[in-house]
């Protein structure tokens, strides 16, 4: 009798204890569970808001260059501190609608206007984010303006390590650093601007957003008129065509300069935007 009182208590013993490691298990694998939640739901939350404020500053930025003044004469600057009051100013789209009427095409005195106002809003994010800013219709773009920042190969030019150029090199003429990133007209800088044409037909730009990544975007509609008649009356002679305006920016990313090429680009003197 007592050694079956000794084994009934051995039983309850290892019931007890194997209730318990059940229970341990249990609860260890519910407290991984929740913080593995906890972590994943802080970085979502995290990436939500990093995404909002990027949208937030990109619709902003959109809003300021489109509804800014800028001088009739892009060889000119609007100097707030020291304003010149004989100084043509107009609303930047009305200049943009008014040159695009004639021939549905846009000046290089505009497309400089356009980019100088870009880059101006877009300087506190451009030394560190690429960015394009686009005017299309249904047939073309009218203005496909493109801030880039430059790579330079390290060692074997198909070695895929690559380095920003914004390290190795600079902005500054006077820097020692400045020729280290030679082009065949010249040393390159940290950044370039480009005024680009590709083909609404095919799918560069598509190619473009999948090669960089995540890029954030916000785009408008606008109303351009083009004259039909050598009158050029306004009320008679035009039709309304409705146009796509677009801004997207994206963290600064090294591609080939074979697939910048499929855009159709063309390097800009920065002296003349910046």
Same mark, same amino acid.
């Given at each position: 009798?007592?050694?079956? !009182?000794?084994?009934?208590?051995?039983? !309850?013993?290892?019931?007890?204890? #194997?209730?318990?490691?059940?229970?341990?298990?249990?609860?260890?694998?519910? #407290?991984?569970? $929740?913080?593995?939640?906890?972590?994943?739901?802080?970085?979502?939350?995290?990436?939500?808001?990093?995404?909002?404020?990027?949208?937030?500053?990109?619709?902003?930025?959109?809003? #300021?260059?489109?509804?800014?003044?800028?001088?009739?004469?892009?060889?000119?600057?609007?100097?707030?501190?020291?304003?010149?009051?004989?100084?043509?100013?107009?609303?930047?789209?009305?200049?943009?609608?008014?040159?695009?009427?004639?021939?549905?095409? $846009? &000046?290089?005195?505009?497309?400089?206007?356009?980019?100088?106002?870009?880059?101006?809003?877009?300087?506190?994010?451009?030394? &560190? !984010?690429?960015?394009?800013?686009?005017?299309? #219709?249904?047939?073309?773009?009218?203005?496909?303006?493109?801030?880039?920042?430059?790579?330079?190969?390290?060692?074997?030019?198909?070695?895929?390590?690559?380095?920003?150029?914004?390290?190795?090199?600079?902005?500054?003429?006077?820097?020692?650093?400045?020729?280290?990133?030679?082009?065949?007209?010249?040393?390159?800088?940290?950044?370039?601007?480009?005024?680009?044409?590709?083909?609404?037909?095919?799918?560069?730009?598509?190619? $473009?957003?999948?090669?960089?990544?995540?890029?954030?975007?916000?785009?408008? $509609?606008?109303?351009?008129?083009?004259? &039909?008649?050598?009158?050029?009356?306004?009320?008679?002679?035009?039709? &309304?065509?409705?146009?796509?305006?677009?801004?997207?920016?994206?963290?600064?990313?090294?591609?080939?300069?074979?697939?910048?090429?499929?855009?159709?680009?063309?390097?800009?003197?920065?002296?003349?935007?910046?």
């Amino acid at each position: 009798m007592v050694k079956f !009182h000794a084994r009934r208590k051995d039983n !309850h013993a290892q019931a007890a204890v #194997t209730d318990a490691l059940f229970l341990l298990v249990i609860i260890s694998g519910l #407290t991984g569970f $929740l913080l593995l939640f906890a972590s994943s739901y802080g970085k979502g939350v995290s990436d939500q808001v990093t995404r909002n404020d990027s949208f937030e500053f990109v619709s902003s930025a959109l809003k #300021t260059i489109m509804y800014q003044s800028v001088p009739r004469d892009s060889g000119q600057i609007i100097d707030p501190q020291n304003p010149d009051y004989d100084q043509e100013i107009d609303y930047l789209m009305a200049i943009v609608k008014e040159d695009y009427a004639d021939d549905a095409n $846009l &000046t290089f005195n505009t497309k400089r206007n356009l980019a100088r106002s870009v880059y101006t809003v877009m300087k506190p994010v451009g030394d &560190t !984010h690429d960015y394009l800013f686009a005017i299309n #219709t249904a047939q073309k773009y009218v203005l496909f303006a493109l801030w880039r920042t430059n790579f330079k190969l390290e060692g074997d030019p198909n070695d895929p390590d690559r380095f920003q150029n914004s390290v190795a090199c600079s902005d500054d003429p006077t820097s020692p650093t400045y020729n280290n990133c030679p082009t065949p007209n010249g040393p390159r800088g940290a950044h370039s601007m480009y005024f680009c044409d590709p083909l609404i037909t095919d799918n560069s730009v598509q190619k $473009l957003f999948l090669r960089v990544g995540t890029a954030t975007q916000a785009q408008a $509609l606008i109303n351009m008129v083009q004259f &039909t008649n050598n009158s050029f009356l306004l009320s008679v002679d035009s039709e &309304t065509i409705r146009a796509g305006v677009t801004l997207a920016t994206w963290v600064a990313t090294s591609i080939p300069d074979a697939e910048w090429q499929t855009l159709d680009c063309v390097e800009q003197d920065l002296a003349g935007i910046v």
